[in-house]
């Protein structure tokens, strides 16, 4: 059974500084998404990360896969207060290129930007 | 924002009554999908559909169906609805975008039940 663990589950950071978000996950996939949640938003698409090795970057936010180790990363430079939110990591049930769209998130990191 | 709508946004309902929930889709878009959000769970998958009349279970479909007798509609019913039920039902379509199909999400529906 498929597992994706995210940790922090709560990040407070001042503006500037660096940190990293962390999802593992326990059975192979081929594909790794990240999304953000604005509070009582709905869910918007950050990346898609499709191979190892894969790094995406969009401005401050950069997120990176390894397969063998089953751990993405989202990283955040130089932090700012509108990336305040809560970022989810979800992965696809598939592997081995048979996707199934069939997504299991993560809880949920809690994103606190203080200025 | 994939031309996805959800109906309705908010309900108050009480237990043990029948709800139903209706997502609507103007792309065309093949997948679709049902989940819940709650606190300490993320989002977990009720049910998916990969075409009319062709549904699946998720999950945590127990308690839930759906239906979809059309491309743009997908209704999720409640048939007597639970306390443990209480929760924000997001629906979701996948589409080809960046290389891979990625799933974008309706504005979200917010079911209380007392």
């Known amino acids: 059974e498929l597992k994706v663990e995210q940790n922090p589950l709560f990040l407070s950071m001042q503006e500037g500084k660096n940190y990293t978000i962390y999802c593992n996950y326990s059975t192979t996939s081929d594909r790794l998404y990240w999304y953000r949640q604005d509070p009582g938003k709905s869910l918007e698409s950050l990346f898609v990360?499709?191979?190892?090795?894969a790094v995406k970057q969009e401005g401050r936010l950069m997120a990176s896969l390894d397969t063998k180790a089953r751990l993405s990363t989202l990283h955040i430079t130089a932090a700012v207060h509108d990336l305040s939110a809560t970022y989810f990591c979800?992965?696809?049930?598939?592997?081995?290129?048979?996707?199934?769209?069939?997504?299991?998130f993560g809880t949920g990191t809690l994103l606190a930007v203080q200025p | 924002d994939a031309g996805i709508t959800q109906s309705p946004r908010h309900k108050v309902t009480e237990t043990g009554t029948p709800v139903t929930l209706r997502c609507h889709q103007t792309e065309n878009h093949r997948y679709m999908y049902w989940y819940r959000q709650d606190p300490g769970h993320g989002l977990r998958l009720i049910h998916y559909?990969?075409?009319?009349?062709?549904?699946d279970k998720g999950e945590v479909s127990d308690g839930y169906s759906v239906s979809r007798s059309k491309t743009e509609d997908f209704l999720l019913t409640l048939e007597s609805a639970t306390s443990s039920q209480t929760s924000v039902y997001f629906c979701?379509?996948?589409?080809?975008?960046?290389?891979?199909?990625?799933?974008?999400f309706g504005p979200g529906t917010r079911l209380t039940v007392t």
């Open positions: 990360l499709l191979s190892n090795g």
């Open positions: 559909s990969y075409g009319v009349k062709d549904t």
């Open positions: 979701a379509i996948s589409q080809w975008m960046r290389g891979a199909y990625e799933q974008y």
């Open positions: 979800a992965v696809d049930k598939g592997n081995y290129g048979g996707a199934t769209n069939k997504l299991i």
